[in-house]
């Protein structure tokens, strides 16, 4: 699962920002047990978006180099040895940036061929949802089932094969799998509304309000995977629910 750029391959900058923080590790700025920077003061120290540092802590994070303390912050757990260099794997950000790309265009093509049995499928995968987020059992079956059924409805078996490997990816990817991890335990789960939303677009059998209305989903797990790794997530979280909703109905207008 490791990605390797290649010699002159174009970085993604918060491999590019891991590294250099595993610098400092090494010629000994930080000590096992020193509490980092805070993620503010890192964005300004490096120049680049929170969102950036959030990724390189958790690519640092997953490999045992940092700890990351709920409320509390980030610290570094041990010294790596000045050979040591940082692993990547696909993160929940790039995972989630495919699916919006892939699946948006994927549900417009559905649009126009999904069948009356398949949105009767969708509309009981929507109650599974429910049931399972009430549950809490960390479990996302129905929602996965939820877009290989629109995946299925291409009728496009590449489209099938792309979706369903992206959603593997983020079980097997460590970095994609602990970001996921850390959404559940702020209470992040999938919105019922939201997939609502797209099930009522795809009635429409009109292309690009099914495209827009997926994308309005997908955009949202983004914002959702950010608020995880804020201190104060499951606040963030239940403050944005409502507007997102609005933006949800909106984009469906």
Request: hydrophobic share 45%; glycine share 6%; aromatic share 4%.
């Amino acid at each position: 699962m490791k990605m390797d750029d290649g010699e002159g391959g174009r970085d993604r900058l918060y491999r590019t920002i891991a590294r250099r923080l595993l610098a400092s590790f090494s010629g000994g700025q930080y000590q096992p047990g020193d509490r980092l920077p805070t993620e503010r003061e890192l964005a300004i120290t490096y120049n680049v978006s929170r969102p950036t540092i959030r990724e390189a802590i958790i690519a640092l994070e997953v490999q045992g180099i940092v700890d990351v303390r709920v409320g509390s912050g980030a610290y570094l757990r041990g010294l790596p040895d000045a050979t040591d260099e940082a692993q990547f794997n696909v993160t929940a950000f790039e995972l989630t940036e495919a699916r919006l790309l892939v699946e948006g265009e994927a549900t417009a093509l559905a649009a126009s061929q999904i069948t009356d049995a398949e949105l009767e499928t969708l509309a009981r995968l929507i109650e599974e949802i429910a049931k399972e987020n009430e549950r809490n059992a960390g479990t996302e079956d129905a929602d996965r089932e939820f877009h290989l059924t629109i995946a299925r409805a291409t009728r496009n078996s590449a489209l099938v094969s792309i979706i369903d490997t992206l959603w593997s990816l983020r079980a097997k990817s460590p970095e994609s799998a602990l970001l996921y991890a850390k959404a559940r335990s702020a209470n992040v789960k999938p919105v019922v509304d939201e997939h609502q939303a797209i099930l009522d677009a795809l009635l429409t059998r009109d292309p690009a309000i099914a495209r827009a209305a997926m994308r309005a989903h997908l955009s949202a797990v983004l914002d959702s995977l950010l608020f995880a790794t804020e201190e104060r997530a499951i606040e963030a979280a239940r403050i944005a629910s409502a507007s997102k909703r609005a933006r949800y109905a909106k984009a469906l207008g």
